[in-house]
């Protein structure tokens, strides 16, 4: 239980660090920080693998990604473009009613009173055996999305000009 | 039994909803379009955490399926949407939004 709120508590106070710090570099870096607190749900939630490939794809691949974009653009705190006081102030607004809607929606749901139950499900031997045996077909169809987002992005990475320099 | 140690499943319901909210929170209150990018990252993952919790409550292996698939999705998102960026900054210059008001260039 413990454990459960120093997670938690670190993952919302990176995520809010994530959306008000300035420099985009240190938001790479906060939000790495909310990954692998979220990895660390992941394990109390009894889903190893998931915790496992959570932290392998996030926090390796696509935060690295992204922090070599901003390196490549060569982004930092003076050109980063900052919204006037008044949208700011009307972003905080919208997204605390949106709090409030999901917090009223959810509140006192009757499925919500479900007991954690004793079952191991997160383990690879079992979360394998349902991912090719039920999910077998959009298990392949991951792998075309996943080729043609490599053609895409090599597509669209590519230089236009690559004639004229030739 | 060593996991979830007596946490209701309403918890992480407000967990995830808090990480939702932050993560739209982002994408409103920023110019930039790389942290916009981070912040749909948050709410993707705020989605997940939720599934992965369901999942265990009911114990149902089905919704960590979910959760592998949309990781791959978020993976091949990223990768396309960081090349648009890249293509965007090298016409524009920028990474600001307020420059992609108009449909042409």
């Known amino acids: ?166 | 039994m060593k996991t979830a140690q007596g946490v209701p499943l309403d918890y992480y319901v407000w967990l995830s909803a808090a990480l939702f909210t932050i993560g739209v929170l982002g994408v409103l209150y920023r110019r930039n379009a790389i942290v916009i990018f981070m912040c749909i990252e948050l709410m993707l993952n705020a989605v997940n955490l939720l599934l992965v919790a369901f999942s265990n409550y009911y114990s149902d292996p089905s919704g960590q399926v979910f959760v592998f698939f949309i990781m791959a999705v978020a993976a091949a998102e990223v990768a396309v949407g960081l090349a648009i960026l890249i293509m965007m900054y090298r016409n524009t210059k920028t990474t600001d939004i307020n420059i992609l008001n108009r449909l042409k260039w």
């Open chain 1, 1 to 166: 239980m413990n454990l459960f709120y120093f997670l938690s508590f670190v993952a919302i106070l990176c995520a809010l660090l994530v959306v008000f710090s300035k420099n985009p570099v240190h938001s790479v870096l906060y939000l790495i920080l909310t990954f692998f607190s979220i990895a660390g749900h992941y394990v109390l939630l009894n889903a190893q693998f998931l915790a496992v490939v959570h932290v392998i794809v996030y926090a390796g691949a696509i935060m690295v990604l992204f922090l070599y974009v901003i390196m490549l653009l060569n982004l930092n705190q003076e050109q980063e473009p900052h919204k006037d006081n008044k949208l700011k102030f009307a972003a905080t607004i919208l997204a605390g009613m949106l709090m409030l809607i999901l917090i009223a929606s959810l509140k006192g749901t009757a499925l919500l009173s479900t007991t954690n139950t004793h079952v191991e499900i997160g383990q690879v031997k079992d979360l394998g055996r349902v991912l090719f045996k039920e999910y077998l077909l959009p298990f392949e169809i991951t792998s075309i999305l996943l080729l043609a987002a490599l053609v895409g992005a090599v597509m669209l990475g590519k230089s236009e000009h690559k004639q004229e320099i030739k």
